[in-house]
Nanobody, 123 residues
Framework: EVQLVESGGGLVQAGGSLTLSCAASGFTFNDYAIGWFRQAPGKEREGVSCVSDSDDRTYYADSVKGRFAISRDNAKNTVYLQMNSLKPEDTAVYYC????????????????WGQGTQVTVSS
């Protein structure tokens, strides 16, 4: 059974940092692209950052470029999202998902969504 489990969310002040983890199981991890998405209250889910299966291509939404960094550890079947200089507008539930192929963060490509982890940034 494919499982993706997010962790690392929490409450942080603006300017602070958090590192999210997405632990995967039930599939050959290094055959799949992994993406981080987020959904804020009243807003549509959006792609935040995605990484190719071979870890040689990454995508970042304009709103997080220069502040967030995605990485994957294929030995640990885990993808990380390092979030720095957090802003109140980063407040959302963050999800990870997998894709058979890498086309940046096109949501329709991704499935097997995790349960999400809440990130709240206070001003």
């Amino acid at each position: 059974e494919v499982q993706l489990v997010e962790s690392g969310g929490g409450l942080v002040q603006a300017g602070g940092s958090l590192t999210l983890s997405c632990a995967a199981s039930g599939f050959t991890f290094n055959d799949y692209a992994i993406g981080w998405f987020r959904q804020a209250p009243g807003k549509e889910r959006e792609g935040v950052s995605c990484v190719s299966d071979s870890d040689d291509r990454t995508y970042y939404a304009d709103s997080v470029k220069g502040r967030f960094a995605i990485s994957r550890d294929n030995a640990k079947n885990t993808v990380y999202l390092q979030m720095n200089s957090l802003k109140p507008e980063d407040t959302a539930v963050y999800y990870c998902a997998l894709s058979n192929y890498y086309r940046e963060c096109r949501q329709d490509d991704y499935d097997h969504w995790g349960q999400g982890t809440q990130v709240t940034v206070s001003s």
